[in-house]
Each structure stands twice: as structure tokens, then as C-alpha cells.
T-cell receptor
Framework: DQQVKQNSPSLSVQEGRISILNCDYT??????FLWYKKYPAEGPTFLIS?????DKNEDGRFTVFLNKSAKHLSLHIVPSQPGDSAVYFC????????????FGGGTRVLVKP | EAGVTQFPSHSVIEKGQTVTLRCDPI?????LYWYRRVMGKEIKFLLH????????ESGMPNNRFLAERTGGTYSTLKVQPAELEDSGVYFC?????????????FGPGTRLTVL
């Protein structure tokens, strides 16, 4: 049973436009949500996170939105750049469960110049 | 500061053989996690060490997998005997503190292929 889902396996966007990545979760115990970025042959790299007590967190071009009632979060990248082309993983954790990360399946983003 | 390192980067073995993966966390990080990504699917948790103690091994698939972290420094993950379904990329991550806010830093992974 997959507790974190990313329903879009891929996304293609023009350079300069907005990229929107979506993630849904089912476990109400999750209290912290993260986005990781992964390039080929590398490990995931932390991008941005949000606590369950917030509904928005912004860091430069990256903004994460959390809708707890809908159990949904999204990552906005504005403006998108070619270097943003990578696989993005949504992840969730629960302090009660030792902070192990539960990942979604990933969304491959391609930013076209 | 050196990041998380993993060895080997690739391993190709035959079914029934034994393989040992190694992870060196960032110095001073008490928390060490093992994850696995199989067939391009989601990355799945295997186990969590706090120093040398296994805090959570709920994600270990079966008793063919044995993880150790002697002395609370580097960790090894042994698969014995390996099966075809064990193929995938094994990631190690480490973090300093125990809070959700303590970022987990990932290594580059070990790609294991079982033939």
C-alpha cells in the first residue's frame, strides 16, 4: 500500500515557465513533508520541506504548498530553468515513526530551453 | 566536509552469491538510514541506526539481509544469498539529530544487479 503517491510520472515545461509537481498522501500521522531532487547516478538531494503546521514554505524559486484536509502537497518552481531537469521525489515522515522517509514514485521533469 | 559515501558504486553478482555494501556517513552523524529503489519505483526505507543500535528495521525484506554498524561509524548491508528481486539501487543516508527537521543527506547509491 503506497502511502505517498506522485501520479504524474513526467512533466515537460518550457524554460521560464512554472513547473507544478503534485503529491498525495494517505497517512494522517505524517507531520513533515519534503521534496528531493535526483540527477542520474546521484543520490537524492534535499530541496525544500514543510511542517504540517504550515501551509506554505518558500525558498527562492521553490515553493511548497500543503493542504492537510486534502492530504495533498505541491511543489512550484518559478521560473523553471534547464538545470532543474531531474527526477523529483516527494517524501513524508512522522516523528512518532523515527523520521524514516516514505517516498513517492518520483516525477521526471524536463525543462526545454 | 565530505558527504555520505557508498562502496561499491556497482555490483553484479549471480543468484545465490553474497554481497556486502558499505556506507560511510557524514562524520558526527548519529543517524544512519538504508533505503532501496527497485525497478525505478519509489525509494523504500529498509532500516535506521542510531549510533550502533538498530532503531527501526521494519523495512528489511527478509532474513537474507543483515545490517551492521559496529562502533557507530560506517555501516554494512549484507545480502546472503542474493535473489533476482534484490536487484536495485541501495541508498544510504545520514543525519545529525533526531528531529524531522534534521535533513537526511544521501549517498550516491550502490547499484546491485543479481543475475
Amino acid at each position: 500500500d503506497q502511502q505517498v503517491k506522485q501520479n504524474s510520472p513526467s512533466l515537460s515545461v518550457q524554460e521560464g515557465r512554472i513547473s507544478i509537481l503534485n503529491c498525495d498522501y494517505t497517512n494522517s500521522m505524517f507531520d513533515y513533508f519534503l521534496w528531493y531532487k535526483k540527477y542520474p547516478a546521484e543520490g537524492p538531494t534535499f530541496l525544500i520541506s514543510i511542517s504540517s503546521i504550515k501551509d506554505k514554505n518558500e525558498d527562492g524559486r521553490f515553493t511548497v504548498f500543503l493542504n492537510k484536509s486534502a492530504k495533498h502537497l505541491s511543489l512550484h518552481i518559478v521560473p523553471s530553468q534547464p538545470g532543474d531537469s531531474a527526477v523529483y521525489f516527494c517524501a513524508a515522515s512522522s516523528g512518532a515513526a523515527g523520521n524514516k522517509l516514505t517516498f513517492g514514485g518520483g516525477t521526471r521533469v524536463l525543462v526545454k530551453p | 566536509e565530505a558527504g555520505v559515501t557508498q562502496f561499491p558504486s556497482h555490483s553484479v553478482i549471480e543468484k545465490g552469491q553474497t554481497v556486502t555494501l558499505r556506507c560511510d556517513p557524514i562524520s558526527g552523524h548519529d543517524n544512519l538510514y538504508w533505503y532501496r529503489r527497485v525497478m525505478g519505483k519509489e525509494i523504500k526505507f529498509l532500516l535506521h541506526f542510531v549510533k550502533e543500535s538498530k532503531q527501526d528495521e521494519s523495512g528489511m525484506p527478509n532474513n537474507r539481509f543483515l545490517a551492521e554498524r559496529t562502533g557507530g561509524t560506517y555501516s554494512t548491508l549484507k545480502v546472503q544469498p542474493a535473489e533476482l528481486e534484490d536487484s536495485g539501487v541501495y541508498f544510504c543516508a545520514s543525519s545529525h539529530g533526531y528531529s524531522s527537521y534534521n535533513e537526511q543527506f544521501f549517498g550516491p547509491g550502490t547499484r546491485l544487479t543479481v543475475l
